[in-house]
């Protein structure tokens, strides 16, 4: 079999089974998709449904509201009761004008017209639609739509409205109709996201209609409307399908590049395969040149392979002796690890222009351990470690002892990403505890990262670097930092804040304060927000936007957190006992959102002062979320598992959308200031607002609104059913006993 022949039959086997695995994973990927598509379709439909009916209440309460202020006019009214027939024609087609309205009728009790616009109909015919009456007469005042039946008007149909006139008894019914037509479905279908028609059931023909032609695949929903009338709901499967057939192209796209990739692979990997007599033959001259270092690679069984052996054997003898030699300059006695000398060497030796990383590990509390069980003991934990750290050498990579406790990792073509993910397996590798003569030995470590040639091009550079870096991590208590990360040196009034915080903690001079939370639709304070405060005793007042987000990059919001969690949860027991139907609400950062040990916490505090779960909320920005999604809501289902009430702050300024927190066990909505700010003044904030409360209730999410400064801010939003307001319209910041005392204040304006 000629060395051709077998090189494209090794290519084609390893090609076929490519394609057969990708051929598996491409009808998977088909077959979930359909599913996916099918799913997602329902959904849609259920959603579309809903906003569609919550738009047609909400159309015949304001069209019911304007026949009301009609039926409420004075003068209306008594040309009525004076039968001034001129006078009820003017007003109905004034009024008419004024609100748009295509249709407006007046009836007596006896179902008879008094006035109407309509051309064809005149004072004394019977009321068109004395079902309306009739619902009117039990509910008060009745609306629905109906189809014209006579008149210019006839077959076409409207959305109408029924009011009695009362003077003070019922004198008479102004009703008022609107032209339900194409525009009318087009516009809510711009809402709902769905084709609309308007149909009779059980007879053909559309009444109304979007416009969107009928496919044969669309999916549909139907609405029973009153008047034996039903709305038609579509959506093109196409449209929610196409993401789908989009990705699945794609896919196919990198399985044939694969495929091609791969074949190419393939038959490199054969063509080493069958050139054993050309490898031989290069090993044969670096041993005549004195190259002992490099050993053979495996041959066949056969007569050219056991020339091979002869020839490694001969190889590794000499190797061997100029191994033990080498062994006393560049390998550390203690660990049998490369040394600092031959770490240096090992760098010079990489390519001009390659890119890697340098990575300088610490053992923690090693100078501790060695101080107290002595220096023999800590020999041997230095031996465990280094046989720990050393299978974690990738191919191509180094481990060197540095010196002490330190060693270090030469990771060649290693960018950022890379580096991060192995020191977090360094990590991971020493955490577990050493045992040494039966006693257990808790060490662990930090990992400082330099990148080449980021910063720096020699190795002495990047060791340096990579020690600043080992020396921040150590000081942020953060397990990993980089080089970059060391920048500059950090202002003076920033590294005296460390120090300051950790005393104020120490010292009491934190506190809590909080603000009120205003029910809008009960008007009943029921809930307060705890906001951290720092009253320095040099630089009095610190502001919290300088000293949190510090905090938070230092890491020191680790300590912060737990005593705020305390602090809120203790005074929200206080209340309780106190009678008082007040939760609170804390902040958590993204830190604190990663802590595997916050659910934990938040439990034992709740236990210990027997504080009910719903009497507390937390607080969740949205780039919180972002940073490690699927972590967080790990955490957030653990945490809405023990009841707490979990609440998005900040909504709209960072990256998550509505679709991705309906996937989250969240309760609340905070909208961000900057769109409360001015709400009455800016039409393109009033319409994000608006819309976003309408659809936070579709997905039965309660609505804050943050920054709340005005009367008429205030008026806005609860006229447009926001649940809940906070800002300093309502009440500034203040200690719980003043809270106290405002809210006994609150109640009594209330009252009064």
């Known amino acids: 079999m000629s060395s051709r022949s077998l090189r494209h039959r090794i290519a084609i086997v390893f090609v076929g089974l490519l ?14 998709s359909k599913r996916i598509v099918e799913r997602e379709t329902r959904r849609e439909l259920a959603v579309g449904a809903k906003v ?14 304007a026949a009301a202020v009609l039926s409420a006019d004075f003068a209306f009214r008594e040309a009525i009761a004076t039968q001034d027939q001129p006078t009820v024609r003017s007003v109905i087609r004034n009024h008419g004008q004024r609100i748009h309205a295509q249709v407006m009728m007046v009836a007596g009790t006896d179902g008879r017209l008094i006035a109407t616009t309509q051309r064809a109909s005149a004072a004394g015919d019977p009321f068109p639609f004395p079902d309306l009456i009739a619902a009117a007469e039990v509910s008060g005042r009745s609306a629905g739509l109906r189809q014209m039946r006579n008149g210019q008007l006839s077959g076409q149909l409207y959305q109408v409205v029924l009011v009695p006139i009362q003077a003070p008894t019922r004198i008479a019914w102004v009703a008022m109709g609107f032209h339900v037509d194409d525009r009318w479905a087009a516009d809510m279908a711009g809402i709902t996201g769905l084709g609309v028609q308007i149909v009779r059931t059980g007879a053909p023909g559309v009444l109304a209609s979007s416009g969107a032609s009928v496919g044969t695949q669309d999916a549909s929903v139907e609405v029973p409307l009153d008047g034996g009338l039903q709305a038609v709901l579509r959506l093109p499967v196409a449209q929610v399908q196409a993401p789908f057939e989009q990705l699945q192209g794609r896919l196919l796209g990198v399985i044939v590049a694969a495929v091609a990739v791969f074949a190419a692979g393939s038959v490199m990997l054969a063509g080493r395969i069958v ?9 044969a001259r670096r041993i005549a040149q004195g190259d002992y270092a490099q050993p053979l690679p495996p041959a066949p069984r056969d007569e050219i392979g056991q020339l091979a052996g002869s020839f490694e054997q001969m190889r590794t003898e000499i190797a061997s002796r100029e191994e033990r030699i080498a062994r006393l300059a560049y390998v550390d006695a203690l660990t049998d690890l490369p040394n600092r000398t031959r770490f240096l060497e090992a760098f010079g030796r990489l390519s001009p222009g390659a890119g890697g990383a340098v990575l300088v590990v610490n053992v923690d509390r090693f100078a501790l351990i060695n101080n107290a069980l002595g220096h023999v003991v800590g020999d041997r934990l230095l031996r465990a470690v280094a046989g720990q750290l050393q299978p974690l050498v990738p191919e191509g990579g180094m481990l060197a002892r540095l010196w002490g406790d330190q060693f270090a990792f030469l990771l060649e073509s290693a960018g950022p990403q890379a580096a991060r993910r192995f020191a977090d397996t360094v990590l991971a590798a020493l955490r577990d505890p050493v045992t ?25 550079t990047l060791l340096r670097r990579a020690e600043l870096a080992l020396a921040t991590a150590k000081r942020r208590h953060a397990g990993i930092a980089f080089a970059q990360e060391t920048g500059g040196e950090p202002a003076h009034e920033q590294l005296s804040l460390i120090g300051d915080m ?26 307060v927000e705890a906001l951290l405060r720092w009253q320095h005793p040099e630089r009095g007042s610190i502001a919290p936007a300088r000293f949190i987000p510090f905090a938070e990059q230092t890491g020191f919001i680790r300590e912060i957190t737990p005593w705020v ?12 006992a106190a009678g008082l139907d007040i939760a609170v609400s804390a ?20 236990e210990a002062h027997a504080v009910p779960a719903r009497r507390l909320c937390l607080e969740i920005t949205e780039s919180a979320l972002m940073d490690d999604p699927a972590l967080a809501q790990a955490h957030l289902d653990e945490l809405a598992g023990l009841g707490i009430k979990l609440s998005i702050d900040d909504y709209g300024v960072g990256q998550a959308s509505l679709a991705y927190l309906k996937s989250l066990p969240v309760d609340e909505l905070k909208l961000d200031r900057s769109f409360i700010t001015a709400i009455t003044e800016s039409p393109r904030n009033a319409a994000i607002v608006e819309s976003t409360i309408m659809l936070s209730h579709a997905l039965g999410l309660t609505v804050v609104a943050e920054g709340v400064e005005t009367p008429a801010e205030l008026r806005w939003l609860r006229e447009h ?24 204040e609150f109640a009594l304006r209330t009252v009064a």
């Open 502 to 527: 950790r005393r104020a903690l120490a010292a009491g001079e934190f506190t809590l304060a909080y603000q009120p939370k205003l029910a809008l639709g009960s008007g009943r304070i029921v809930a």
């Open 721 to 744: 059913g926001c649940d809940i307001a906070q800002g300093y319209g309502i009440g500034r910041p203040m200690t719980a006993a003043q809270f106290e005392h405002w809210l006994a």
């Open 436 to 460: 040494l003569d039966g006693q257990r030995l808790d060490i662990g470590a930090s990992v400082g990262i330099a990148l080449f040639p980021d910063d720096g091009l020699d190795a002495a």
């Open 52 to 65: 569609f009916q919550r738009l047609l209440e909400q159309n015949q309460r304001q069209l019911e509201t």
């Open 19 to 32: 394609v057969l695995v990708m051929g598996l994973v491409l009808a998977l990927v088909h077959h979930s």
């Open 565 to 576: 969690l305390e602090s809120a949860v203790r005074q929200a027991a206080a209340w309780h």
């Open 587 to 606: 902040n958590l950062s993204t830190l604190d959102l990663l802590d595997p040990h916050l659910g934990r916490r938040v439990r034992d505090l709740l």
């Open 275 to 283: 050139r054993p007599l050309h490898e031989l033959s290069a090993a």
